[in-house]
């Protein structure tokens, strides 16, 4: 369908083949929090810590230069979203873009692998926190590495459950866990400015700067933006929801950029009153830094006893939209005879993509396991650094996309950035890619291994297309990779 087409119908009813269309119902607001809560996530949870431990005092500035070139890229995605209106992303622009439909595969498998990677880091960070909780209610849980792998592969398989049954997502819903994510991270930030009002609180440190091993200004703030890139994922997610945004390409250029500064505010006031308030050695070592955060800057307060739930239930919210979004890729491209046509069957009752969600959940069961037992890695620091990796190279390749798409004339009035935004876009990708960055190897090492299977799988069904259908390995229609 045509870009010109899909304008012309552009109004509730049906579109062009009579099939009806989504309801146009995200205004200014309701846009701008989808995409607030779909940056904040576990990403902050999850590596405050470690960025502190690249370079101490300062962990605020690798947020923000995460945050500049999230943007740079939110920019080409704005392009692009506004130029082709339809709910398929980073794939869709790579197939416009190159007409290579391997190519256009590996786009997509890798944003299905960097959602499984997402899911497994968000579960070890609620596993954490959730025995973390349990323990300071006087449970005796326990809080060890065992018990934490016990309880992220327990919660993945809970994922499957909710998953399988079929989970019936709405903006009004997104809403209320946007304001619970909120809620956490104003508890971190009120707690600073409490313990600060008290005198408890060293602001000398936020401007120092310390690497323990040594490294450079510029190679340590490297290394922790590489990490803190994590927390700047999720807007990218938003373009999916362009085909149900009235007047997208007047609101979502103003909304997702709002919707990122807010989410940069919110992270560099949390990443400042971490350091201001726990030692950079003692967050560097911790699993739940955000829950020491509370408990040392009110200890007079039971807030300590709380906010684990809270960090539970913010950070579930976002790997079951992962998962969601892998096992539905999935069944889109079975759909489309790129992956094998058994992971596009549904429950008959529910209608959910049963084999899908068993085998993404199969993958990131095995992925957790394999990063904690065989490779005997920080399963949140390794995970997180994966997705940022993943995520980064699709990046790279929307960001040359935009470039490449500007010889494609389309009719009606949509964003366009200015030439050089996509290009320094795709560069600093590309950079934050490289392992200069200081990037454990064994990021690439998971990387590789799922990519290896997207391929593996891809061939097995080329030969299937081959040998009893008798037709050629390709998407049909990459508008529709949801199914």
Known sequence: MSDASTRSTGHPGTDVDGAPKLKRVLGPKLLLLFIVGDVLGAGIYAITGQVAGEVGGAAWLPFLVAFAVATLTAFAYLELVTKYPHAAGAALYTHKAFRLHFVTFMVAFAVI??????????????????????????????????????????????????????????????????????????????????????????????????SAEGKSLFIAVTAATSLAFFAMVGFEDSVNMVEETREPERIFPRIMLTGLGIAVSFYVLVSITAVALVPVGELAESDTALLDVVAIGAPDFPIDKVFPFLTVFAVANTALINMLMASRLLYGMGKQDVLPRVLSRVLPGRRTPWVAIVFSTALALGLIVVVAVL???????????????????????????CLVLRRDPVDGVHFTAPTVIPALGAVACLFFVGPWTGRDTVQYTIAAGLLVVGVGLWVLTWLENRAFRAQRTGFHDPTDLSG
Not at 159 to 186: C, D, P, Q, Y
Not at 376 to 387: C, D, M, P, W
Not at 388 to 399: D, I, S, Y
């Open 113 to 210: 692998c960097s959602g499984i990677t997402s899911a497994s880091t968000s579960a070890n960070v609620l596993a954490a926190n959730l025995l973390a909780g349990l323990e300071g209610a006087g449970w005796g849980v326990g809080t060890g590495s065992t018990a934490v792998l016990a309880v992220a592969l327990g919660f993945m398989l809970l994922l499957a459950v909710v998953n399988l049954r079929g989970v019936g997502e709405s903006v009004k819903f997104n809403v209320v866990l946007t304001v619970v994510e909120m809620v956490a991270l104003l508890i971190v930030i009120g707690v600073g400015f409490f313990a600060m009002s008290q005198g408890n609180a060293d602001l000398g440190r936020v401007m120092v700067f310390e």
């Open 375 to 401: 490779l005997a890695e920080s399963s949140v620091e390794a995970l997180s650094g994966t997705t940022a990796l993943l995520l980064l190279g699709v990046f790279a390749v929307v960001n040359v996309a």
